[in-house]
């Protein structure tokens, strides 16, 4: 079968660094994508890893290893607008996306 | 850049009618998704569809069906809709589902939120 399981929330303070974990079982894989999700408003791409290790941009970065059918994204220095839900979702050739259901970060100061 | 449009924000219908939700894409992009979204279920997928008048059921087709008459239209409809079908509806493209790398990218719209009386 195919799995993608994420923490449904998590809470962080303002300059802080915050990890969120994706693991995923799934009968192909060609990448893992992680997007981002305000309130009402679609979701955005904010990275793609294909090959094992950490790909960084900025103050998001986000690691990869196939092996252990694990990701992360790492958010550092926290800011207030980074309040959102955090999508991951792994990348099948010939067919859609497979989202996780999600992760709703909550910063505050 | 990738725009995906859909054709409202907001819609109210009442209990059977037939529902029409448009979507629309401006890159040329082969691929086009239905996806809906509801509190603690994430993003489900109800029809894809790789190429005109192609199209594949995803995990909840129930109750809906598509239609892809041009590349950058769209359309998902709702036959007789029902109160479990309130939601938010997405749409997105993609350049092709048979890519590596990062050009399996999925776009997403901004969204219609369908409420159902």
């Known amino acids: 079968g195919q799995n993608i399981d994420q923490p449904t929330e998590m809470t962080a303070t303002e300059g802080a660094i915050v990890q969120i974990n994706c693991t995923y079982q799934?009968?192909?894989?060609?990448?893992l994508f992680w997007y981002q999700q305000h309130a009402g408003e679609a979701p955005t791409f904010l990275s793609y890893?294909?090959?094992?290790g950490l790909e960084e941009k900025g103050r998001f970065s986000s690691f990869l290893s196939r092996s252990k059918g694990y990701s992360y994204l790492l958010l550092k220095e926290l800011q207030m607008k980074d309040s959102a839900s955090y999508l991951c979702?792994?990348?099948?050739?010939?067919?859609?996306?497979?989202f996780g259901k999600g992760t709703t970060l909550s910063v505050s100061s | 850049d990738v725009k995906v449009t859909q054709s409202s924000r907001y819609l109210v219908k009442r209990t059977g009618e037939k529902v029409f939700l448009e979507c629309v894409q401006d890159?040329?992009?082969?691929?086009m998704f239905w996806y809906r979204q509801d509190p603690g279920l994430g993003l489900r997928l109800i029809y894809f569809?790789?190429?005109?008048?192609?199209?594949e059921k995803g995990d909840i087709p129930e109750g809906y069906s598509v239609s892809r008459e041009k590349k950058e239209r769209f359309s998902l409809i709702l036959e007789s809709a029902s109160t479990n079908q309130t939601s938010m509806y997405l749409c997105?493209?993609?350049?092709?589902?048979?890519?590596?790398?990062?050009?399996?990218?999925?776009?997403f719209g901004p969204g219609t939120r369908l409420t159902v009386l």
């Open positions: 997105a493209s993609s350049l092709s589902l048979f890519v590596t790398g990062g050009d399996n990218e999925q776009f």
């Open positions: 799934t009968s192909g894989f060609n990448g």
């Open positions: 890893n294909v090959l094992d």
């Open positions: 979702a792994v990348n099948q050739a010939g067919t859609a996306l497979i």
């Open positions: 890159m040329d992009h082969e691929n």
């Open positions: 569809s790789y190429d005109v008048k192609m199209k």
